[in-house]
């Protein structure tokens, strides 16, 4: 799918998930519809609704597009779920609001630095497409496949293996020297980035996804009856975006290669909340994933690295059986590997560059979002 097609779906998710809180608005509202529980009541059943669309999408699991509208469901949530705290400016500095409030924003510091490192593994898949491309060169709309070509082409497949095999080295490599999403901007953006210059960075070379993970998971329970009572509702609100932040991010490291990744976080929202269905749906897929023979030591669940790796292996194994001259069936044979080479080649080349705008566009609304939630407290 061309990037262009991925804004546009993009664009489209944005404006249909937001349908429940329009459809209040698009006409005189009764006193129900304008009031709080009925906001967030629609709030829950978006939530739910966004989440069922992605458990039942024909986007193939954990591919780039798939991870496209994973990111246009949080960036939906987090619209409203922003807007609703914004309405309700006087609650959120009152116990208990102002814990769940404070304890969101912490977990949304931690989920930075999971985009940062999400970012460093999008550089390192590129890494790989350019050992891809060297391949296509050497072997792609060659009218002779001679010698020196195929072992050019083997030479870029060996990197290539090493490189995916050697993912926490080369992770390590790209942290210590890769800059994030706010330090080319921090100019622009004035004083809303300026506080976050220590995040500016890609994670360190000790820092760990596994770890960061199980930060922003400790402690997300939900609100008892009375701390519901007592902040008319919008602590269940806290309490589904925490879980929203906590699985998004949870797909990412489980999809994409960073430090020290890992998929034993738990999840275990009550099924009183319509959304909790299918995100322990989602959940259970992506482990089943991960279980099969050949993704049990991937370095990322991801669709089109698997397919990186399977292609690589063919071909790898077709070239060690080519003699020169090479026969007709030979090169015929190659000619196919070169074809699903590109193919794949293609499919990353449009991807990722809408992929990573798409995670510094999450890295940049959670940081407004922090710095205009910290404001409306002091301000309170």
């Known amino acids: 799918m061309p990037a262009t097609d991925f804004q546009g779906a993009s664009r489209s998710l944005l404006r249909a998930g937001r349908v429940f809180l329009n459809q209040v608005h698009s006409m005189e509202p009764t006193h129900e519809e304008s009031s709080l529980p009925f906001i967030l009541d629609s709030f829950q059943k978006q939530v739910a609704e966004l989440f069922n669309d992605l458990a039942t999408s024909d986007l193939e699991l954990l591919s780039i597009p798939w ?44 989920a930075l630095d999971i985009c940062n490192a999400i ?61 994030s999403f706010g330090r080319r901007n921090a100019q622009k953006d004035g004083s809303s980035l300026s506080n976050f210059r220590s995040l500016s960075w890609s994670v ?11 930060a922003i998971g400790n402690s997300i329970s939900a609100p008892k009856p009375n701390e519901v ?24 490291v489980a999809a994409i290669p960073c430090q020290d990744r890992g998929l034993q976080t738990h999840f275990s929202a009550p099924r009183q909340y319509g959304w909790a269905i299918p995100i322990h749906s ?11 023979k050949d993704r049990k030591n991937a370095c990322g669940l991801l669709k089109e690295i698997h397919e990186v790796e399977k292609c690589v292996r063919q071909m790898n194994e077709l070239i060690d059986t080519v003699q020169f001259p090479l026969t007709e069936e030979k090169e015929r044979d190659v000619r196919e590997k070169v074809k699903d080479i590109g193919m794949v080649y293609d499919g990353i080349k449009e991807g990722l560059d809408p992929l990573e705008r798409q995670v510094r566009e999450v ?10 939630g910290l404001d409306s407290i002091c301000h309170s």
């Open 204 to 214: 360190s070379r000790s820092w760990s996804a596994v770890r960061q993970l199980q």
């Open 67 to 110: 991870l496209h509208k994973l990111l246009d469901v949080f960036l939906c949530c987090h619209q409203e779920f922003k807007e609703i705290m914004c309405n309700n400016k006087g609650l959120l500095n009152k116990s208990p609001m102002d814990r769940y409030v404070s304890e969101y924003f912490e977990r949304s510091v931690k």
């Open 229 to 252: 009572m007592a902040t008319n509702g919008l602590v269940g609100a806290v309490f589904t975006m925490n879980y929203v932040l906590l699985f998004i991010m949870w797909a990412l």
């Open 363 to 372: 890295f940049h609304r959670i940081v407004r979002s922090r710095s205009d």
């Open 282 to 292: 989602l959940h259970e897929k992506i482990l089943e994933e991960s279980k099969k």
């Open 119 to 179: 970012r460093d593994g999008i550089e390192q898949i590129r890494q790989w497409q350019k050992q891809l491309e060297i391949v296509l060169c050497a072997l792609d709309n060659q009218k002779i496949l001679g010698e020196g070509q195929i072992r050019r082409a083997r030479k870029a497949l060996i990197e290539l293996v090493i490189g995916m095999l050697d993912e926490k080295e080369s992770a390590a490599e790209l942290a210590h020297r890769n800059w």
